[in-house]
């Protein structure tokens, strides 16, 4: 397999398991928290989808996918348009409610697609490119793509967790 083969495998695995996180949720799951203060599904896929859209949109000098395409006018969030949740106080995070699991699915599967088209053009010299000189070493094309993978699946791991959490508490 190639790096970029291997990198859109484990892109396409968080959509799997977005998909699955939602599958079967109502608009009131979404908001569920486990714990007061905790981040609710909604803001923990959300979230994900906003770093994954912000990170690839800078590395590939793009625009965001929730500035372009009006999802950040769909979701209607009483958050600055360009926040991604980094950084987020349990206030500002409560802030993020969802109204459906089509709307939060349709703004993952747009920011997948983004993705995905990139990765694909990818040459494996593409990855060795330096895109943060604020960190030491500089950060890499490589880097920060194995940086989001990696932040996406302890997301949408925690998303699942609290998943499971309300659905034994229904049982």
Known sequence: MYAKEILIEGYDRIRDEVHTVLAGLGTDDLDHSPAPGANSIAWLLWHLSRVQDDHIADAFGLEQVWLARDWADRFDLELPHHDTGYGHTPEQAAKVRVPSTVLLAGYYDAVHDQTLGVLRA???KDLERVVDERWEPPVTLGVRLVSVL???LQHVGQAA??????QSAEA
């Not at 967790?161 to 309300?166: P, S």
């Open 150 to 152: 990696s932040d996406d």
């Open 161 to 166: 967790y609290v998943k499971g959490l309300l």
């Open 122 to 124: 990818l040459a494996a």
